[in-house]
């Protein structure tokens, strides 16, 4: 009989607290986002479950969380905390995009890096807010961390936030993830607050054909580029261009269809389980989180809002007008905000296909965020 | 006003400065961007320049299937009307 009552404290019914309850609730909240509603499904799902398991409570001594050394948890989230997975997802994303609409029209790049502002700010008004309430402190790293949502790439956040922020990662990573899946409720009441009829009804003019030369080119020389300038960015961007390199060379279709489709598949499964499971109510529940979350909507927003505002200012200067509502696309949130961009586009002009010029933005932005991730990095290192 | 003044000097005063950290970011996420669009804009012709040096190898596959449906439609024209040697 003692041995039952003993079992019986040791189940998660008996050790089950509040923070536990809300947390599995949060979890099954983000399934049925991804089953019901389609939201960014390959990553809510295996967020949602992971947090539902990482919250059932166990006994101590028992190896069993994210946190403790030695679990099986522990060796998978081992990729999130030393940044593993970021990259790897990258080499996919890589080997999957298509880089020609941006080869086509490169001043649409500017977008992409206009709609990094939201990095910026965001990390000023974390360290502002640390100023206003004695238990929300964050440092300059965790505020840079909680910066980066803004660049609206779940990889490059949790890369950043596992080096800058570790304590931080999985309300970062969440919120990351929440907000890309929420593309398309938060960005196109912007667009629309920010750009007159006249402006969402622009017409831009066909992207022309680039040549396989160019396309073979180009993911050699922006790595050069940008990891000359920024080396902190070089893992990231490192594999985002070797991905497309496997792509365009048209010499290695093998690898490409590898990094595009299993490999990408089995580090999007890894990576979101062990980004939920380590949602523990214990370290997740906190006043912090929450202002994670809140700065991180303020982040999406204002990116979003710089890159609408810098099309407008740029059509002050060029003679083939963009549609202002492009900008918006420069947020990475690959292809997402560039759906959003097409559909706002259409409420107008049915006509009118702005989904290929928003994919010069919206790349050009992961490029951006990666970028951004590697200054901050380089910067706060020490 | 003291609260927003106290937000404030915890921007400044972090070590980094929060604000030059933001402004120094913006500057060279642009620099970054900037080089990289330039660099595209002057690539179609600094290719149109290598060309004349080293041929495009699609221009030669694009000649080789002009050849091979001219070829195709000669052995299709004389097995229609019969050669006209």
């Known amino acids: 009989m003692d041995i039952l009552s003993q079992f019986i404290e040791t ?11 809300i947390m599995i609730i949060v979890g099954i909240v983000f399934i049925s986002l991804a089953v019901i509603k389609d939201y960014e499904p390959l990553l809510l799902l295996p967020i949602g479950f992971g947090a539902v398991v990482g919250n059932i409570p166990f006994v101590a001594n028992m190896a069993l969380g994210v946190y403790d050394d030695g679990s099986v948890l522990n060796y998978i989230y081992f990729g999130v905390r030393q940044g593993v997975f970021p990259p790897l997802i990258f080499l996919g994303i890589g080997a999957m995009t298509d880089f020609s609409t941006m080869l086509s029209n490169p001043k649409l790049i500017l977008l992409g890096a206009a709609a990094q502002i939201g990095i910026f700010l965001t990390l000023i008004g974390a360290l502002f807010l640390g100023g206003l309430f004695e238990n929300l402190t964050f440092g300059i790293k965790e505020a840079a961390a909680i ?3 803004g660049g609206a790439d ?3 956040s949790i890369f950043l936030a596992s080096k800058l922020a570790p304590d931080l990662l999985g309300a970062i990573a969440i919120a990351a993830y929440s907000y890309m899946a929420l593309v398309p409720v938060i960005q196109p009441p912007i667009m629309r ?3 007159t009829k006249k402006e969402r009804l622009i017409r831009m003019k066909a992207p022309r054909e680039v040549s396989k030369r160019e396309k073979v080119i180009f993911p050699i020389a922006a790595f050069l580029i940008s990891a000359l300038v920024v080396p902190g960015a070089l893992a990231l961007l490192g594999m985002l261009f070797l991905g497309n390199l496997l792509k365009e060379s ?4 093998r690898l490409a269809q590898t990094a595009r489709t299993s490999m990408i598949d089995i580090v ?8 939920g499971a380590s949602t523990q109510a214990s370290n997740f529940l906190t006043g912090k989180s929450l202002c994670i979350f809140g700065l991180g909507a303020t982040a999406f927003c204002v990116a979003t809002a710089g890159g609408v505002l810098f099309a407008k200012f740029m059509n002050l200067f060029l003679k083939d007008k963009i549609n202002p509502l492009v900008g918006a696309a420069g947020v990475s949130a690959v292809p997402d905000s560039a759906r959003v961009v097409q559909m706002v586009g259409q409420q107008e002009d049915p006509d009118n296909f702005l989904l290929m010029h928003a994919m010069a933005p919206n790349v050009a932005g992961v490029i951006g965020s990666a970028i951004a991730a590697g200054i901050l990095w380089s910067i706060l290192v020490n | 006003m003291n609260s927003i003044s106290a937000g404030w000097q915890s921007v400044v005063t972090s070590e980094p400065n929060g604000v030059s950290v933001s402004i120094a970011g913006m500057i060279i996420v642009f620099v970054s961007l900037v080089m990289i669009s330039t660099f595209i804009a002057a690539l179609p012709r600094v290719l149109e320049l290598l060309a004349k040096v080293f041929p495009d190898t699609d221009t030669k596959a694009a000649a080789d299937h002009d050849r091979v449906a001219v070829a195709i439609a000669a052995a299709l024209y004389r097995e229609k009307y019969g050669s006209s040697d």
């Open chain 1, 147 to 149: 910066g980066i949502i």
């Open chain 1, 268 to 275: 999007t499964i890894l990576l979101g389980f062990s980004v």
């Open chain 1, 193 to 195: 607050l920010l750009t």
């Open chain 1, 250 to 253: 048209c010499v290695t279709e």
């Open chain 1, 11 to 21: 189940t998660g019914f008996a050790q089950m607290t509040w923070g536990n309850a």
């Open chain 1, 154 to 156: 779940g990889p490059t």
